[in-house]
């Protein structure tokens, strides 16, 4: 049972995460998995390459709050989310956030709330070359929307 | 008092370093963003009023009534796009 956080500039296997986020605890009935990749196409660009900058530090610290935020909310075991940084091509895997639970319910709820917290709380930031040249990613008030269906204001595409 | 200020994407850019050292007088948040936009220049454009810039004092994000402490760590960030 363990709610852990890895900020990491190398690739993950799935596979081997889901099996350690899993052993030695029999109540588990559940393990919801989301993996985000690299798309090809964003905004109605070709992108050739990404670069994923973060605040160290607080980084982990605001995934490791939202962990919190998940396991008062629903009834899971563990929780393992790990967020690639640095240089990233397309068809690459960005991040994945894996959920246990005894039922299928609570893991699903659990990962979906966990990432849309994620894509507008954590401390990361894209910035995408393209043939019109690098820019970084804007980021969606639709963010925001998501996070908002779980009783929490988002307020990071508002202006102040 | 001491401040570390941390800038990070499109403001760390525009602004040309990642983090300084600063001594001020200001005591809020709000008064230390005003501080910097006095320095005219990429600071008072990135950090305008009006534009989607994120604050964290001590690695939290909060509002711009917050209040410093001496050696505290103020971040000034745009929206976050990460997952």
């Not at chain 1, 956080?5 to 989301?34: H, K, N």
């Not at chain 1, 660009?45 to 973060?54: G, I, K, N, T, Y």
């Not at chain 2, 230390?32 to 994000?61: C, K, P, S, T, W």
Request: charged share 25%; net charge negative; aromatic share 8%.
């Amino acid at each position: 049972m363990s709610f852990t956080v890895s900020i990491q500039t190398q690739d993950f296997d799935v596979s081997q995460e889901l099996t350690a986020l899993r052993a030695g605890d029999a109540r588990v009935g559940a393990v919801c998995t989301f993996v985000g990749t690299v798309r090809e196409r964003n905004d109605g660009s070709s992108v050739a390459s990404m670069e994923l900058e973060h605040y160290p530090g607080m980084t982990e610290k605001s995934i490791s709050a939202m962990m919190d935020e998940a396991r008062k909310r629903f009834d899971i075991y563990a929780a393992r989310v790990i967020h690639r940084v640095g240089l990233l091509h397309p068809q690459d895997q960005i991040v994945m956030v894996a959920v246990t639970s005894a039922h299928r319910g609570m893991s699903f709820q659990a990962c979906e709330f966990l990432m849309d917290y994620l894509k507008t709380q954590a401390p990361f930031w894209k910035k995408e070359v393209t043939p019109e040249g690098a820019r970084w990613v804007d980021a969606r008030v639709s963010d925001d929307q998501a996070l908002a269906r779980w009783g929490i204001a988002a307020t990071n595409t508002v202006a102040q | 008092m001491k401040v570390t200020l941390k800038y990070f994407a499109s403001i760390r850019e525009a602004i040309g370093q990642g983090s300084e050292s600063l001594s001020t007088q200001t005591t809020t948040l709000k008064a230390l963003r005003d501080e910097l936009i006095g320095r005219g220049g990429a600071y008072a454009e990135v950090l305008a009023h009006g534009r989607a810039v994120r604050m964290a004092l001590n690695q939290e994000v909060c509002e711009d009534t917050a209040v410093l402490s001496d050696g505290c760590e103020v971040a000034f960030f745009p929206p976050v796009t990460g997952g």
